[in-house]
T-cell receptor, first 115, second 112 residues
Framework: GAGVSQSPSNKVTEKGKDVELRCDPI?????LYWYRQRLGQGLEFLIY????????KSGLPSDRFSAERTGESVSTLTIQRTQQEDSAVYLC?????????????FGPGTRLTVL | GDSVTQMEGPVTLSEEAFLTINCTYT??????LFWYVQYPGEGLQLLLK?????DKGSNKGFEATYRKETTSFHLEKGSVQVSDSAVYFCALSETSYDKVIFGPGTSLSVIP
């Protein structure tokens, strides 16, 4: 079946603008995760959804970042008033259940560049 | 807090050489351990995993053994190929919560 998809694949924006990143998880996957990967660095956890609730938002770097999920489907990550340090690849992953021991399937990412 | 440390890259090997990428972790409980791989232009994908001490994960000729006494999960392959060129991420997940903590990644280039 189809894997995790993300859109857009690339986004260039000006400092101060808002951006929305979209993730479509694998059908039937109840858990959805957002990560950020800055250039040359590892993955940084942002937020996790179980269904449409977010039990763990501990990784969101500031109140400019927010995310929502509709049921067990699409999720959007919104960054308001973007800053240059927000430039990164934003990765979405989904898994069948909520336990971290289950395999996470990653999307191709959205490369965000803030000028 | 929990963390993962990997050997720094980039690592460059000749084809058919032996590969070791070191990974050590710090965790409060008994985590599951993973190796993820990111091939050029592709998304992250799970390479192998181990869920308890002394377990060996293996896939595509790669192996890693969960060593609780040394808190390590080193990745090995006996004979690398050019197609193994990628970035490799060691990761852990505690069973008590749901996020996966990743190491910084190690870039591997295999030359013919």
């Amino acid at each position: 079946g189809a894997g995790v998809s993300q859109s857009p694949s690339n986004k260039v924006t000006e400092k101060g603008k808002d951006v929305e990143l979209r993730c479509d998880p694998i059908s039937g996957h109840t858990a959805l995760y957002w990560y950020r990967q800055r250039l040359g660095q590892g993955l940084e956890f942002l937020i996790y959804f179980q269904g449409n609730s977010a039990p763990d938002k501990s990784g969101l770097p500031s109140d400019r970042f927010s995310a929502e999920r509709t049921g067990e489907s699409v999720s959007t990550l919104t960054i308001q008033r973007t800053q240059q340090e927000d430039s990164a690849v934003y990765l979405c992953a989904s898994s069948f259940a909520s336990r971290g021991t289950d395999t996470q399937y990653f999307g191709p990412g959205t490369r965000l560049t803030v000028l | 807090g929990d963390s993962v440390t990997q050997m720094e890259g980039p690592v460059t090997l000749s084809e058919e050489a032996f590969l070791t990428i070191n990974c050590t972790y710090t965790a409060t409980g008994y985590p599951s351990l993973f190796w993820y791989v990111q091939y050029p232009g592709e998304g992250l994908q799970l390479l192998l995993k181990a869920t308890k001490a002394d377990d060996k994960g293996s896939n595509k000729g790669f192996e890693a053994t969960y060593r609780k006494e040394t808190t390590s999960f080193h990745l090995e392959k006996g004979s690398v190929q050019v197609s193994d060129s990628a970035v490799y991420f060691c990761a852990l997940s505690e069973t008590s919560y749901d996020k996966v903590i990743f190491g910084p990644g190690t870039s591997l280039s295999v030359i013919p």
